[in-house]
């Protein structure tokens, strides 16, 4: 079974860092790429961080501005598992934080093989 589940969501005061996680089971997750996205109440999904093969480190990696120079990738490949490390977190980063893998066209734009369910990042002022 193909699966996504993210972890390391929580409560944290504005100007803190979470590390969200998300684990692959049932595939390889380096050889697809990978998708962290966010939904607020109200708000339309919004595509944060998108890698079109994790694996090559070449440099295409999409970043909302909102998130440009605060979130980063990483992943741990005998973990099967992505990261996504947020810093200088703002009470407008609060949403459901999800992850996804599948490929990757442009930006955030990809077709989905997985999607995690998500985890709650809530950011207090």
């Known amino acids: 079974e193909v699966q996504l589940v993210e972890s390391g969501g929580g409560l944290v005061q504005a100007g803190g860092s979470l590390r969200l996680s998300c684990a692959a089971s049932?595939?390889?997750?380096?050889?697809?790429?990978i998708g962290w996205f966010r939904q607020a109440p109200g708000k339309e999904r919004e595509g944060v961080l998108c890698?079109?093969?994790?694996?090559?480190?070449?440099?295409?990696?999409y970043y909302a501005n909102s998130v440009k120079g605060r979130f980063t990738i990483s992943s741990d490949n005998a973990k099967n598992t992505v990261y996504l490390q947020m810093t200088s977190l703002k009470p407008e980063d609060t949403a459901v934080y999800f992850c996804?893998?599948?490929?990757?066209?442009?930006?955030?734009?990809?077709?989905?093989?997985?999607r995690g369910q998500g985890t709650q990042v809530t950011v207090s002022s």
């Open positions: 890698v079109k093969q994790i694996s090559t480190n070449d440099g295409t990696t």
């Open positions: 996804a893998a599948g490929l990757v066209y442009s930006g955030c734009s990809m077709s989905w093989k997985a």
């Open positions: 049932g595939f390889t997750f380096d050889r697809y790429g």
